[in-house]
């Protein structure tokens, strides 16, 4: 392999001009024609046995050149980039220049990392909510556990909304029974919607023995089959139930937890909602910090950036989802997803991504962040309780350059939050600049008034400017 030129273009990319000389680009066609030609019928030789000259003399000289170009570009894009030291950051755009017995030359167009002028990203001032408990809420804390202590009853009455009947059922559409339309010991709660529109409502009043028909028609946006139909349900009542809550006192506090008292148990579900709440309010804080770091930077960011960091989220989708046991196919068509459309869903998130790893990265920069040894491998040790993995495999999984990168972006982060202030946030820089750029789009699109336009546009800036001055 050979970089026979690098040149550096717009919008942080790098041209490269890689060769790669006949001998390796010779052994990369036997190694495809070793591959293929058991898949290839000559006549008069047995399968997988015809020479390559007889093979290549048939389709072509260039018969294995595109599986060839394949097998070798690879490696020696990803040699030319270390040589290069380019910090790619995007596939790259591949183009054949030549190609023949004399060898290989192809460019590579590579996006790399864009250069970012850091803004002010010590000593941000953001708003932090304050942690308050509230009665109510702890009313919220208790419903979980009342609604599991909650029994059901039978009841001999009437069936009233909350309550829940025990049911069979089977629908019916011009006399005949429907598929999906039959159920037999059904438990439904009345008020729940849990049916179609109109079902529970008409048992509401019904008591154990009862047998009713119900008129119902489905909804328009139904099932396709069954849209906008008017159909009957025979309904048998078998049950009504209903919920027998619980005495929220100490006894109950004894059956749902660890605590003697009522008082006591409240009081760890105070101090549970307390820090969740803080924790909550911590992570926007931090956020809100953040944004600011990043806002206050400068930099271009590559197209291809970004749909790089989506293609990896959508990726990284697919296999959450497959490790699932579900086909990445059948999920997109039981979602009404393409994969196109879910690249293109993505890319604002990646977009906000790509923005905070900009940032972040510069902060490591600036501030000269590295990682020792010994902290590698205390991750390395914290990774392996936290997965329940040896660490020698946990090494082997996650590579030493991956780990010391995140690690870094956490320092990073650290560095930025520990110097921040709660207070009021400042106003945005963004807004007066912004009435300064509509102004000169205003005036690009004619040439009436050409005058007011450009006093507009003036005084615009000169708001941005004064803007500015008050903040700094």
């Given at each position: 392999?050979?970089?026979?030129?690098?040149?550096?273009?717009?919008?942080?990319?790098?041209?490269?001009?890689?060769?790669?000389?006949?001998?390796?680009?010779?052994?990369?066609?036997?190694?495809?024609?070793?591959?293929?030609?058991?898949?290839?019928?000559?006549?008069?030789?047995?399968?997988?046995?015809?020479?390559?000259?007889?093979?290549?003399?048939?389709?072509?000289?260039?018969?294995?050149?595109?599986?060839?170009?394949?097998?070798?570009?690879?490696?020696?894009?990803?040699?030319?980039?270390?040589?290069?030291?380019?910090?790619?950051?995007?596939?790259?755009?591949?183009?054949?220049?030549?190609?023949?017995?004399?060898?290989?030359?192809?460019?590579?167009?590579?996006?790399?990392?864009?250069?970012?002028?850091?803004?002010?990203?010590?000593?941000?001032?953001?708003?932090?909510?304050?942690?308050?408990?509230?009665?109510?809420?702890?009313?919220?804390?208790?419903?979980?556990?009342?609604?599991?202590?909650?029994?059901?009853?039978?009841?001999?009455?009437?069936?009233?909304?909350?309550?829940?009947?025990?049911?069979?059922?089977?629908?019916?559409?011009?006399?005949?029974p429907f598929e999906g339309g039959k159920g037999e010991d059904h438990s439904l709660e009345l008020?729940?919607?849990?049916?179609?529109?109109?079902?529970?409502?008409?048992?509401?009043?019904?008591?154990?023995?009862?047998?009713?028909?119900?008129?119902?028609?489905?909804?328009?946006?139904?099932?396709?089959?069954?849209?906008?139909?008017?159909?009957?349900?025979?309904?048998?009542?078998?049950?009504?139930?209903?919920?027998?809550?619980?005495?929220?006192?100490?006894?109950?506090?004894?059956?749902?937890?660890?605590?003697?008292?009522?008082?006591?148990?409240?009081?760890?579900?105070?101090?549970?909602?307390?820090?969740?709440?803080?924790?909550?309010?911590?992570?926007?804080?931090?956020?809100?910090?953040?944004?600011?770091?990043?806002?206050?930077?400068?930099?271009?960011?590559?197209?291809?950036?970004?749909?790089?960091?989506?293609?990896?989220?959508?990726?990284?989708?697919?296999?959450?989802?497959?490790?699932?046991?579900?086909?990445?196919?059948?999920?997109?068509?039981?979602t009404g997803m393409t994969m196109d459309l879910m690249r293109e869903q993505a890319k604002a998130?990646?977009?906000?991504?790509?923005?905070?790893?900009?940032?972040?990265?510069?902060?490591?920069?600036?501030?000269?962040?590295?990682?020792?040894?010994?902290?590698?491998?205390?991750?390395?040790?914290?990774?392996?309780?936290?997965?329940?993995?040896?660490?020698?495999?946990?090494?082997?999984?996650?590579?030493?350059?991956?780990?010391?990168?995140?690690?870094?972006?956490?320092?990073?982060?650290?560095?930025?939050?520990?110097?921040?202030?709660?207070?009021?946030?400042?106003?945005?820089?963004?807004?007066?600049?912004?009435?300064?750029?509509?102004?000169?789009?205003?005036?690009?699109?004619?040439?009436?008034?050409?005058?007011?336009?450009?006093?507009?546009?003036?005084?615009?800036?000169?708001?941005?400017?004064?803007?500015?001055?008050?903040?700094?």
């Open positions: 392999m050979n970089v026979k030129s690098v040149e550096k273009q717009e919008k942080s990319t790098v041209e490269l001009v890689i060769e790669i000389g006949a001998e390796e680009f010779e052994a990369a066609v036997q190694k495809v024609y070793l591959k293929q030609r058991g898949k290839i019928m000559v006549p008069g030789f047995r399968k997988g046995k015809a020479p390559r000259k007889v093979i290549e003399g048939m389709y072509g000289s260039g018969v294995f050149y595109e599986d060839a170009i394949n097998e070798v570009y690879p490696q020696a894009y990803a040699d030319a980039v270390e040589q290069e030291k380019l910090d790619a950051v995007a596939w790259p755009k591949v183009e054949v220049v030549s190609v023949g017995k004399e060898g290989l030359t192809f460019k590579a167009v590579v996006t790399v990392r864009p250069e970012v002028k850091l803004g002010e990203y010590k000593g941000l001032t953001a708003e932090k909510s304050q942690v308050t408990v509230t009665d109510e809420d702890m009313d919220n804390e208790l419903k979980p556990y009342i609604s599991r202590a909650t029994r059901m009853v039978t009841v001999e009455r009437e069936a009233q909304n909350g309550d829940t009947v025990v049911i069979d059922f089977e629908g019916f559409l011009d006399g005949k008020g729940s919607g849990s049916f179609v529109p109109g079902f529970e409502e008409q048992l509401v009043g019904a008591k154990a023995g009862d047998e009713k028909e119900l008129d119902i028609t489905f909804p328009e946006d139904y099932h396709a089959d069954l849209a906008g139909k008017a159909v009957v349900f025979k309904v048998k009542v078998h049950e009504v139930k209903e919920k027998q809550l619980p005495q929220v006192d100490d006894e109950f506090a004894k059956d749902v937890s660890e605590f003697d008292t009522l008082e006591d148990f409240k009081k760890d579900l105070a101090a549970k909602l307390t820090q969740r709440r803080e924790e909550q309010a911590k992570r926007e804080f931090e956020a809100a910090v953040l944004e600011q770091v990043v806002s206050n930077m400068e930099v271009e960011i590559p197209d291809a950036m970004v749909e790089f960091e989506a293609d990896n989220m959508v990726n990284d989708m697919a296999q959450r989802v497959q490790a699932q046991g579900i086909p990445f196919d059948q999920y997109l068509s039981m998130a990646a977009l906000e991504r790509v923005r905070r790893d900009l940032a972040l990265n510069a902060v490591v920069a600036a501030e000269g962040i590295q990682i020792s040894d010994e902290e590698l491998e205390e991750e390395y040790k914290r990774l392996s309780e936290q997965y329940h993995m040896e660490l020698e495999q946990v090494k082997q999984a996650a590579g030493a350059d991956d780990v010391r990168k995140e690690l870094s972006l956490k320092k990073a982060e650290r560095v930025i939050y520990d110097s921040a202030k709660e207070g009021k946030a400042p106003a945005k820089k963004k807004a007066a600049k912004k009435k300064a750029e509509e102004a000169e789009a205003d005036e690009a699109e004619g040439e009436e008034k050409p005058k007011r336009r450009r006093t507009a546009k003036k005084k615009a800036e000169e708001t941005a400017e004064a803007e500015e001055k008050t903040e700094e």
